[in-house]
């Protein structure tokens, strides 16, 4: 049970158990999870691994990339490391 909101997260529930959940007086809402698929995420072409993008004001992102040098980006690429093999995942409800 979840204190604030007063909720429950059933895993597997079988018709009877709902239809008894659904009897209580105090439940006015039930709501089934979705199901969502999965995706392989999208490759990079090796290429922007190898010209990294710049945060100069000339560059086709403009002055956007501003944080990258603040955040010494430059010296990490630098020494070799572009963040292949890392994924990154946000999920915000």
């Known amino acids: 049970m979840l204190w604030i909101t007063n909720q429950l997260s059933i895993k597997s529930a079988s018709a009877a158990l709902i239809a008894e959940i659904t009897a209580v007086d105090e439940v006015t809402e039930i709501d089934f999870d979705s199901k969502h698929k999965i995706t392989e995420p999208v490759k990079e072409p090796e290429d922007n691994l190898k010209n ?9 992102y403009g002055q956007l990339t501003y ?10 690429w630098s020494q070799g490391y572009y963040g292949q093999g890392i994924v990154v995942v946000i999920i915000d409800m």
Do not use: M, Q, T
């Open 52 to 60: 990294p993008p710049s945060s100069s004001k000339n560059s086709k």
């Open 67 to 76: 944080g990258i040098e603040a955040i010494s980006v430059p010296e990490v």
